[in-house]
């Protein structure tokens, strides 16, 4: 039986890389109501942003920012996209190999900015020596965006290496970090990063609601008009926080805001990104192991994978996904079905409130459904 977080409210554990389970005290912190013209609710959105600054770039937080903005991760990189990318004269160029890699050259397209893709097969980890070639042959790149964490598979991009050879070549760097910002260590001043964006309900472990974006103040204020949306305009968003003690543009989401400032309490109660990181690979590396006894495989070669979420592969032809996701719920699990076309997969997250008791339970369970399925 499941002991641990299964409750008449809570009936079973997300192992998604997002929305994830949360604690109830997080929950707890929605339960009250908020005027977004009140000076305690605005000193609390910058507390909150000064607080995702010293996570970024301790040390150096005299040279970056955060603007919270409005809606998923996918709002907040499109913002980031439509205001950092000059009218005249801008050009980016992505490193794709995943569904949010590709996700950003739509944003692009649909925007008017110029983009170029330096596609890479959704296995592997993209190459820090075949993208640099790629700005090396394109001079009019302006801007290089790279997605961190592609949870299209679990792959963890070699960051450091990416933003070695993107400041090689003299661009700015852009950091989807949606899946790895306060789960997986980085630094944005020592990585040179420009803008890093994530969301409320990843590895800080809040709820749905709203992304942020770090940035560097001189290449944000260098900005102003280069906005193709009005709501998504980062600047502009930016500059009411800074000049109305934390206040949004447009309605915030008061509730998400509260619960964000709670996951942000537990996140350095529990000692940091590092201590969260830990715990992280813990629960990636007691599920990988448990799920090869258990007679599956992993798509990816260890080298590669994040703490954050891992495909598997299918282990025989006749494997039905729906079956063993609807078994796993009964027992109090929910997976993520796959998202590659090449090879049949299924994707299970270890983030948000998991432990490495809560892998080894569905180990056991695993084992036992595959136990009676063989015995058919």
């Known amino acids: 039986m499941l002991t641990v977080k299964k409750t008449s409210s809570n009936p079973y554990l997300l192992l998604t890389p997002g929305p994830l389970t949360t604690t109830d005290t997080v929950k707890q912190a929605m339960l009250k109501d908020w005027c977004t013209w009140d000076d305690e609710y605005n000193t609390l959105v910058n507390s ?36 950092a990318l000059p009218r005249q004269g801008g050009k980016l160029v992505v490193a794709v190999n995943g569904a949010y890699g590709e996700r950003m050259v739509e944003m692009a397209k649909v925007l008017g900015i110029p983009v170029t893709a330096v596609r890479f097969d959704e296995r592997e980890a993209i190459s820090p020596a075949v993208f640099e070639e790629a700005l090396m042959k394109d001079p009019s790149i302006t801007h290089a965006a790279i997605v961190h964490c592609e949870t299209t598979t679990g792959v963890l991009n070699p960051l450091h290496e990416l933003s070695e050879a993107v400041r090689r070549q003299g661009k700015s760097l852009i950091v989807d970090a949606m899946s790895s910002f306060g789960g997986v260590p ?78 942000l309490i537990e996140l350095e109660e529990e000692g940091g990104v590092n201590a969260r990181y830990n715990r992280y690979n813990q629960n990636q590396q007691e599920l990988v192991k448990g799920m090869k006894e258990a007679g599956f495989s992993t798509l990816l070669p260890a080298e590669w994978h994040s703490p954050i979420i891992t495909s598997f592969r299918y282990p025989e032809a006749g494997f039905s996904f729906s079956a063993f996701y609807s078994r796993l719920k009964e027992e109090g699990f929910v997976l993520y079905p796959g998202k590659l076309t090449s090879v049949p997969t299924f994707r299970i997250g270890t983030i948000g409130d998991v432990h490495a008791s809560d892998i080894k339970e569905l180990i056991g369970i695993v084992k036992r459904i595959t136990a009676a399925n063989g015995d058919k």
């Open 186 to 263: 980085l630094d944005m001043h020592e990585l040179g990063i420009d803008y890093l964006i994530s969301s409320s309900n990843k590895c800080i472990q809040g709820v749905p609601g709203f992304g942020f974006v770090l940035a560097r103040i001189s290449c944000l204020t260098a900005c102003k008009g280069n906005a193709r949306s009005l709501s998504l305009d980062l600047y502009d968003q930016w500059d009411i926080m800074e000049r109305m003690n934390g206040k949004w543009r447009y309605t915030s989401p008061t509730h998400v805001v509260r619960a964000f400032d709670q996951a």
């Open 48 to 83: 909150i942003r000064h607080r995702l600054v010293r996570l970024a770039a301790p040390g150096h937080t005299e040279e970056y920012t955060a603007v919270l903005m409005q809606g998923s991760g996918s709002f907040s990189v499109e913002a980031v996209l439509g205001t």
